[in-house]
């Protein structure tokens, strides 16, 4: 046995990234299928120009942007590589060893293996019966040692979501002193009006923060670039504990490019919401008696499949559609173009004839 990392790591399980096949269609990873947004790939291309410096650590234009857009002060926000790395840099910035971070599950992969890697203890609490986050056992197993909550809405990989009301009143049990991560990397995609936008919804109110990602709407997986928004001081905290430039300069210029064609990304998100209506109806009528989509608020759909989670991925797989398995729970399936999700469609339904 090797003494030079921690033995704990080896209980840790690993991310596992959605698969890439050359020639496959990839409904496996909630990107948006329609290629970077205009004037993304020219503000790259000149961004690179300069990449023999040093970006802007203090990410100033891109910050302001973001707070532009929002309505709030810049000092509220902060960027990281990807919105995943925030969430590792906010157990940073709250938890020391033993401290508790609490989250559903299942939810994002990535909760209990940042909680694991800072040293925190994780406290996973089951969904309920309709695959989203079961919130009254949440509060219930707030202890004095938990320092923050993700709330994933909606959530990854269910696709379920949480109203105003219901988060209210969690929030209310929760009380001010626990941070609340509202992970709302799927934002852009809700259209239930029940379903609050963190950000205007809760600003005022120092423990919660809120994430977002400029890798699925925004179509900037590739780059690697989210935020957060906070109250002032949890905002500098996190900026603190930040890995130093870990915004590149081609990930600061491609998200200003992004922002700028909100137009299309939104037009890009419609027509992402129409099929997944589309696609959730057409696997209703295919999932045997008992097993029902739950209705997504995001670009992906869930299907709890259970024992028969990895031969359905398997028989996609065979027909060159890459899914999301989750044995054994279910399958999350990307909305992607109207094209691919007939080619995906019709490998369901040999999959479950
Ligand atoms: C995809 C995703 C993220 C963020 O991804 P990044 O690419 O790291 O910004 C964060 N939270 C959830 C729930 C996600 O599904």
């Known amino acids: 046995m ?10 840790l399980p690993a991310y596992v990234p959605g698969a890439i096949v050359p020639g496959a269609i990839k409904l496996a990873s909630n990107e948006v299928p329609y290629g970077p947004l205009p004037g993304v790939v020219e503000a790259v291309a000149e ?3 300069g990449s023999h ?8 234009a891109l910050r302001e942007a973001i707070a532009a857009r929002l ?3 810049a000092d509220r926000v902060a ?3 990807g919105s995943v790395a925030l969430t590792e840099h906010l157990v940073k910035a709250t938890c020391q060893e033993g401290d508790e971070v609490m989250f559903a599950w299942r939810s994002f992969e990535a909760y209990p293996i940042i909680t694991a890697g800072a040293g925190a203890r994780a406290v996973p609490v089951p969904n309920d019966a309709g695959h989203g986050h079961d919130l009254d056992a949440m509060a219930a197993a707030v202890s004095a040692r938990t320092r923050l909550i993700f709330v994933c809405n909606p959530n990854n990989p269910t696709g379920t979501a949480l109203t105003r009301e219901q988060l209210d009143g969690f929030l209310d049990k929760v009380g001010p002193d626990v941070l609340v991560v509202l992970d709302e990397a799927y934002r852009e995609f809700v259209d239930d009006p029940a379903v609050p936008d963190g950000v205007t919804t809760y600003g005022d109110r120092p423990n919660i923060a809120v994430l977002r990602t400029f890798s699925k709407a925004w179509g900037l997986a590739g780059l690697r670039l989210g935020y957060l928004v906070a109250a002032p001081e949890v905002a500098a905290a996190v900026r603190k504990v930040t890995t130093p430039f870990s915004s590149s300069g081609v990930a600061q210029a491609a998200g200003l490019a992004a922002l700028a064609a909100d137009d299309e990304m939104r037009r890009r998100v419609a027509l992402v919401v129409a099929e997944r209506a589309r696609v959730a109806e057409a696997l209703g009528k295919l999932l045997p ?8 608020q995001a670009n992906f759909v869930w299907l709890p499949l259970g024992e028969q989670t990895a031969a359905f991925a398997r028989a996609c797989a065979e027909a060159g559609v890459i899914v999301r398995a989750f044995h054994p729970e279910g399958v999350r399936v990307t909305i992607g173009t109207p094209e691919e999700n007939d080619t995906f469609l019709a490998a369901a339904r040999s999959a479950l004839a």
């Open 79 to 81: 960027t990281g590589c």
């Open 53 to 60: 410096r040093y970006p802007d650590m203090g990410v100033v």
């Open 289 to 296: 008696d008992g097993v029902a989509v739950p209705p997504s």
């Open 71 to 73: 309505g709030v002060d």
């Open 2 to 11: 090797s003494r030079l990392t921690r033995t704990d790591l080896s209980a």
């Open 47 to 49: 961004a690179i120009a």
